[in-house]
């Protein structure tokens, strides 16, 4: 057993494609943010295609509290999977790819300690390698998920995505998620895999945060 090795292992989970010959493609830090439901994993599997078409490997990330599927990261529809491998910081990657042949997903930013997707982005090491940064903007009471996105905004990202849902309870698009009221154990803010959640537009949520006080 390889005790004390790094957290984040070697790439046996790699989404690989040959890179031999010929240059990547320019490095990018996307970052992509938006309710549950709203596509976000299907925007990750165009996202590694093009990464592949620019001759670079990707590996995908989540974090190790997210428990459903394995190690795999599957979008609701079940249309799209790809190996996941859970971590809870990126301080060690023994990756046999360089740095300019990588492209890094990570899934589920929001609940990574604070500090963690900054330090990936500013990774001296990593500067020729392109990053998508998948996450949800608020928690159940609409609030800021954490630090993630600030940490990602701040370092000045090449592309923002904003992706909507459908609202559930109107024809409006949905920008929030929200919570059933008996599924939730309140010291947490969304768990992941819980079936308990549904997309909200902004008007609804409201009405929802109003009738669950
Ligand atoms: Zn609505």
Redesign the pocket.
């Known amino acids: 057993m390889d005790r004390g090795a790094s957290p984040v292992p070697k790439p046996s989970f790699a989404l690989k494609r040959s890179t031999d010959g010929v240059p990547p493609c320019k490095a990018t830090t996307t970052v992509v943010v938006g309710p549950m439901y709203a596509r976000k994993t299907s925007y990750v599997a165009g996202w590694v295609a093009e990464q592949h078409a620019g001759r670079r490997e990707v590996y995908v990330y989540k974090p190790s509290l997210d428990t459903r599927d394995g190690g795999t990261v599957r979008t609701h529809d079940g249309k799209h999977e790809f190996p996941a491998m859970p971590v809870d910081n990126f301080l060690v990657m023994n990756l046999s790819v360089p740095w300019s042949r990588l492209a890094i997903v990570v899934e589920e930013a929001q609940f990574f300690a604070p500090g963690v997707l900054k330090q990936l982005v500013t990774h001296q090491r990593m500067l020729e390698t392109s990053f998508l940064i998948v996450g949800l903007p608020n928690d159940r009471h609409m609030q800021p998920f954490g630090t993630w996105l600030a940490e990602v905004l701040s370092m000045s990202p090449t592309h923002v995505v904003m992706k909507r849902g459908t ?1 559930e ?2 024809p ?1 698009d ?1 920008e929030f998620t929200a919570a059933h009221s008996d599924v939730i154990d309140p010291s947490k803010k969304i768990v992941p895999g819980s079936d308990g959640y549904f997309p ?2 902004r ?2 949520m409201l009405e929802h945060m109003r009738d669950s006080l």
Request: glycine share 0%.
């Open positions: 609202c309870r109107c409006n949905a909200l537009c008007a609804c």
